[in-house]
Each structure stands twice: as C-alpha cells, then as structure tokens.
C-alpha cells in the first residue's frame, strides 16, 4: 500500500523534512544541513572515530589545542593589542609616526616568538593525540603574512576586533600598520598551524559528543540513529535533539552535555521527551551532575538511562552502563 500524503500547509517543502514512519511510529524531524555536512567531512570522521574521544587523555589535549587556538587567533597577545588599539586611535591619521613604529617594531619579535610557541606547543600536543588515535588530525600548516616594514602581522577588523590576514593572497596589500603598501613577493611569512576548521566547529558546538554518544548506541543491536535534529513534539513545538534513536518502533531521545549541567538543563531534557513521546531517554553528561536533586529526578526515572562523569570512562565501560539501563530490554 502506498503512503498517501497530505500536505496541510506549505512546511514540507519549506523546511527539508524527513518523515519517519513505521508500524507504531510517526515522527517528523528536520536535520540540521550544517552538522550533517560537517559529520561528514572526512577529518571529523577520523576524529570521531576515535575508541576513547570523550575520556580525559584526548578530551583534555583537545581542550588545551582549542584553548591556544582561541589566545592566538581570538584573543591576541597584549603587544597586538596595543598596536591595534594605536592604529585604532590614529585612524584618522594616514601615517604612522616614525618614532612609533621604532616602538612597534621592537615588540615585533616577541609577536613572532609567541606564534611560532604556540604552533609547536600546539603540533605536540597533536602528537599526544595522535598516540591515542593515529590516524586522528586536528592541524593544518598556515601562513601568516607580515609586512616587511613594520615586521607586524597584517590583520584586520572585524566587528571591532582584530583578525588576522591568514593564507596566501593575490595583490598588494597596504599594511595596516604603518600603511606601506607591501608586494606579495615582499611579504614576510611565518609558518604556523591552526586547527582544520570542521574540527573546531564539531568541538566547539559538542557536536563530537553527541555523534560519540550516538555511535554507542548504534553499536547496540538495531538501532538506527540521528544527531543533532529537530524533532516535532505534539504540542507543535520543534525539539532540538542531540540524539534520536529508533529500534523496532521504540523512540530514544538523547541529551548531551559536555558543560555544566544546569537544572533547567533537566528539566529543558524532560519537556522534550514527555512532548515528542519517546519512549526511553538517556541523559549523559561529560561531568557529574551539581544537584543531588536533578540527579535523583533522573535516577527515579525508569524510562532513563543516566550516565554522569563519561569524562572518566572509556568507551567499553560506556557501553557497560548503557547496558545496565533499560535500553538492554528493547
Ligand atoms: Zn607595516
């Protein structure tokens, strides 16, 4: 028998729905494009292929990578600021003094020595992870271009803040420095790594996790599952769900949290499981709850599998726990 569909309003077409259907079960959820492409990419595969991704030795390393990455390309060291802060003040003012960029250029040094620090504090602690997985590569060689006159980095402003010029370009750029108009060819470059965009973003918005927590359960028998989707309740409210999980007609919803978990946190999970009707949920979080209260909220639940401090386990004894909640009777 075919499906007849009937469409109640324009939403289909609008909103790239996928509409799950099965003996007992009707859902209609909305993948997230850009998490999908990224889960997608070829670097983030390896990465997330990792057996042990969230405990301590990788997740850790990982933290300290981003951590850098944030002080050298989001928050520049203090000398940067400054001369951003002088160009900044001066912009009205077409050159810079002479007896400035003297000023400028001798801090230039200690500008170079911190980048070139920090890539190869940044290419050990790759090594590091790379004795976990070694198949897993979270840098990429980058040039960063300074001018031959000043010795400071090119950057630019961005909504009121400094980015840097990374990567090779095609004509002559004037320094915003001291406003000497530099030649490709008489560029300076200095060669350092940043981690490979997908990475950052996976790590950054928690989507490794909850891709980690997903291929778990799909390692159980039968389980089809989904990250990072909206997912329609029956109030009419769409849900966004970490991990949605499906085995012979019975729903799973997943929440996961690699931050501290807030109260509401529980209470946003429990909305959204009452409202799309799952049938059993799993909360798992990186560290372990704050409140004796919300954890015993979880813990009375039969219907959930709580899994506090995953920071501390390997993958094997993740499964363990899974097991001992009540996905094992489906
Ligand atoms: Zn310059």
């Known amino acids: 028998m075919p499906v007849t569909q009937i ?7 609008q909103e790239n729905v996928t509409l799950l259907i099965g003996k007992n079960v009707v859902l209609k959820l909305i993948e997230d494009q850009e998490s999908k492409s990224l889960l997608n990419d070829q670097h983030v595969q390896k990465f997330l292929a990792t057996e ?3 405990f301590r ?19 520049p060291t203090r000398e940067m600021r400054e001369i951003f802060i002088i160009r900044r003040i001066m912009s009205r003012r077409k050159r810079m003094p002479k007896n400035l960029i003297a000023l400028i250029k001798s801090r230039s040094r200690k500008i170079y020595k911190d980048f070139l620090e920090v890539s190869k504090n ?7 992870l790379k004795k976990i997985n070694s198949e897993v590569e979270v840098l990429n060689p980058i040039t960063l271009s300074a001018c031959p006159a000043c010795k400071i980095p090119f950057y630019h402003e961005r909504s009121g803040k400094m980015e840097f010029l990374l990567g090779d370009y095609k004509e002559a750029l004037r320094c915003p420095t001291c406003d000497t108009l530099v030649n490709r060819d008489d560029v300076e470059r200095i060669n350092i790594v940043k981690v490979i965009p997908s990475i950052e973003k996976v790590w950054k918005r928690n989507l490794w996790f909850e891709e980690y927590m997903a291929s778990i359960v799909r390692s159980l028998e039968g389980w089809r599952t989904w990250t990072s989707v909206y997912v329609l309740g029956m109030s009419g409210v769409l849900h966004e769900v970490d991990v949605l999980a499906i085995k012979d007609g019975y729903v799973l919803i997943g929440e996961c949290k690699t931050g501290k978990v807030k109260r509401e946190d529980v209470f946003t999970f429990w909305t959204k499981v009452s409202d799309v009707k799952s049938h059993i949920s799993l909360f798992a979080s990186i560290s372990e709850l704050p409140e004796t209260e919300t954890r015993g909220f979880l813990q009375k639940n039969p219907s959930v599998t709580l899994l506090e401090k995953v920071g501390e386990l390997r993958k094997s004894e993740i499964l363990q726990k899974m097991r001992e909640g009540v996905i094992r009777r489906i």
Do not use: G
Request: hydrophobic share 40%; no cysteine; aromatic share 6%.
């Open 7 to 13: 469409p109640l309003d324009s939403s289909l077409e």
């Open 52 to 54: 042990d991704l969230a």
């Open 57 to 75: 030795d990788f997740r850790k390393t990982m933290d300290k990578i981003m951590e850098l990455e944030t002080k050298t390309f989001l928050e």
């Open 122 to 128: 940044m290419l050990e602690l790759e090594k590091k």
